[in-house]
């Protein structure tokens, strides 16, 4: 079975841009998490969908939004990048909702703001 | 591969050796948690997890600890390997909130 999936894998982007990246869970999954890592920060939790819908989310600014399709596929969106944005971006898939249900992540996909 | 904390605690272990990392969580309601392993270029692999009405649990080769009195999690590895060297979060639930909390993470290295 494939595991999760994220494209792209690396990006450069300059500060006032916006920007999308996109999970693929693992077939059968339901629910997308998403989260940012950084050295500052470790990582934290950005929001998580589940059947299309936003379930949960995070304590970041509205310039992060995301979405998820009927597929289960998700999206992610920072508008008006910050030097601050530079960061690793996982998403997590699993088959339920609830964080007790084991998440799978994916490899990342590595944000630079300049 | 990409750096995922250049200021994180280190534990250095000689193969074969036993490792221990430890964790203090936050949320004395938290009641799940997590150990993952992250190796440079991926993401997080989820390790083993313990409710919180266990203090002991084991898998191939790791135990998690957890004390609740002092809310301190830990991770042991039996006879550590090469392929152990990684950066090693805990993470914490609570049900209330339904967000996972991870902690700031231990890099493993391990030496022959």
């Known amino acids: 079975k494939a595991g999760v999936t994220q494209t792209p894998r690396y990006l450069i982007k300059t500060r006032g841009q916006q920007v999308t990246l996109s999970c693929s869970p693992i077939?059968?999954?339901?629910?997308v998490s998403w989260y940012q890592q950084t050295p500052g920060q470790g990582l934290q939790f950005l929001f998580e969908?589940?059947?299309?819908?936003?379930?949960n989310k995070g304590n970041f600014p509205g310039r992060f939004s995301g979405r998820q399709f009927s597929n289960s596929r998700s999206e992610m969106n920072v508008s008006t990048l910050e030097l601050g944005d530079s960061a690793l971006y996982l998403c997590?898939?699993?088959?339920?909702?609830?964080?007790?249900?084991?998440?799978?992540f994916g490899p990342g996909t590595r944000l630079t703001v300049t | 591969g990409e750096s995922v904390g250049l200021h994180l605690p280190t534990l250095s272990v000689q193969e074969g050796d036993n490792s221990i990392i430890n964790c203090a969580y936050s949320?004395?309601?938290?009641?799940?948690f997590i150990w993952y392993k992250q190796e440079s270029g991926k993401g997080p692999q989820f390790i083993i997890d313990?409710?919180?009405?266990?203090d002991k649990r084991q898998g191939q080769r790791v135990t998690v600890l957890l004390n609740k009195t002092v809310k301190h999690l830990s991770l042991q590895i039996a006879a550590t390997q090469p392929g152990d060297s990684a950066v090693y979060f805990c993470?914490?639930?609570?049900?209330?909130?339904?967000?996972?909390?991870f902690g700031t993470g231990t890099r493993l290295q391990v030496f022959p």
């Open positions: 949320n004395s309601a938290s009641d799940y």
């Open positions: 969908y589940f059947s299309e819908t936003q379930r």
């Open positions: 313990i409710r919180s009405n266990m």
């Open positions: 077939s059968g999954h339901r629910s």
């Open positions: 993470a914490e639930n609570n049900t209330d909130t339904d967000k996972l909390i």
């Open positions: 997590a898939s699993s088959l339920a909702t609830g964080l007790m249900d084991e998440q799978y």
